[in-house]
C-alpha cells in the first residue's frame, strides 16, 4: 500500500522459519545499526541508483509467521529500495529447502538448531569491503569500535542514520588521519587506497553483482590490502551469495573443530571438502556455525 505523500509502505512476508529475534540479535552487535528491539524497528541507509534513502524495517510477525513493514519516504524509489531490503536480509530466503538439504548431512543436527536463521548483508559491496578491510585480524570488539568511530568522523548522518564516508571522502584522507583512530599503517594505507582506485575508475564496486563468484576473486585479490577472507566476506554480507565458507576465518574453524570434536582445528583442503558437502548452501552452514560460537 502506499501512504499519503510522498511516503510509501510495503508488507513482506517470508517463508516460515524466519528467526526474527537472531536478525535483531545480530544486527544489535554492530553500535553503526540503528535499532529499536522495544519496537522491532530497524533503520538502514542506503545508496541508491539516484539518490539515497533512509529506510524502516519493522518487524509485525513471529519466528512461524514472519512478517516486516518496509517503509520510506519517496515513491519513486520504492521498487528499488524494496528489492535491496529483500535482499539485504534475506527475506527470499527457503529455509524449508535449505533443511530438507543439509538434515541428513553430518551438520543436519546444528542445521535444524538455526533454520530459519538469515544471512545479514551489509547495505553494498563498497560498505562490505571497508568494513571487511578494517576488521581484519582484531577481535570483534574493536572491529566494531573502529568501525564506528572510522564511520561517525567521515562519513555523514541521515534522520539518526550512518552513511559510510563516500570513496571521495576517503581518498582525501592520510595516513595520519586514519591512525589517530587507531588504524594502523598498513590498514589506513589499504581502506584510502580502495577509495582511490574506485575514483580512479579502476575499481568498480556495482560491477560485482554482474559476477561470478570466481570473477569476483580475479577482480579484487589483486588489490593490496585484500586477501580471500576479505573477498569470501564481501561475497557472502556485499553480495549475498549462498555457497561461501571462508576457509581461512578462524572462528569457522574452531566451530568445526567443536562441533565434530576434533583434536585439532581442520585444514583448508579439509574446509574445502565440507563445502562440497554442504553446497549450495554452505554459506548458511557458515552463519549457524559462527553462531554457535556464542552460545
Not at 501512504?3 to 545480530?26: C, H, N, T
Not at 554482474?210 to 570473477?215: G, I, K, P, T, Y
Not at 588489490?223 to 569457522?252: H, Q, S
Not at 548452501?281 to 554457535?292: D, G, I, R
Request: glycine residues 6%; negative net charge; hydrophobic residues 40%.
Amino acid at each position: 500500500m502506499v501512504g499519503g505523500g510522498r511516503m510509501w509502505s510495503e508488507m513482506i512476508y517470508p517463508q516460515a522459519p524466519y528467526d526474527v529475534e537472531r536478525l535483531f540479535g545480530r544486527v544489535s552487535m554492530d553500535p553503526l545499526q540503528y535499532i529499536e528491539l522495544e519496537n522491532r524497528l530497524l533503520k538502514v541507509p542506503l545508496v541508491l541508483n539516484h539518490g539515497e534513502a533512509v529506510v524502516s524495517i519493522q518487524s509485525q510477525g513471529t519466528k512461524e509467521r514472519p512478517a516486516f513493514e518496509i517503509k520510506g519516504e519517496e515513491v519513486s524509489q520504492k521498487d528499488e529500495v524494496v528489492s535491496r531490503i529483500c535482499a539485504m536480509y534475506d527475506f527470499d530466503m527457503k529455509p524449508r529447502a535449505i533443511l530438507a538439504a543439509l538434515n541428513s548431512t553430518t551438520i543436519g543436527e546444528l542445521v535444524g538448531q538455526y533454520a530459519g536463521m538469515p544471512i545479514i548483508c551489509e547495505p553494498d559491496c563498497y560498505s562490505a569491503l571497508l568494513k571487511n578491510i578494517v576488521h581484519q585480524q582484531l577481535n570483534m570488539k574493536f572491529a566494531y569500535t573502529l568501525t564506528y568511530r572510522f564511520v561517525t568522523s567521515y562519513g555523514r548522518e541521515k534522520h539518526g542514520v550512518w552513511f559510510y564516508p563516500d570513496a571521495e571522502v576517503v581518498s582525501k584522507l592520510t595516513v595520519e588521519e586514519l591512525r589517530e583512530l587507531q588504524f594502523s599503517n598498513r590498514k589506513a594505507e589499504y581502506v584510502i587506497g580502495i577509495a582511490r582506485k574506485i575514483i580512479n575508475g579502476e575499481l568498480n564496486m556495482e560491477e560485482l553483482s554482474a559476477l561470478s563468484n570466481e570473477e569476483v576473486y580475479k577482480k579484487l585479490l589483486p588489490i593490496r590490502g585484500v586477501g580471500p577472507w576479505t573477498v569470501e566476506c564481501v561475497l557472502l554480507f556485499g553480495l549475498g551469495r549462498k555457497d561461501i565458507l571462508p576457509a581461512g576465518d578462524v572462528g569457522i574453524q574452531n566451530a568445526i573443530k567443536k562441533w565434530f570434536n576434533l583434536p585439532t582445528k581442520p585444514t583448508k583442503e579439509e574446509l574445502y571438502a565440507y563445502h562440497d558437502k554442504w553446497s549450495p548452501y554452505s554459506s548458511y552452514v557458515s552463519m549457524y556455525l559462527w553462531e554457535s560460537l556464542s552460545e
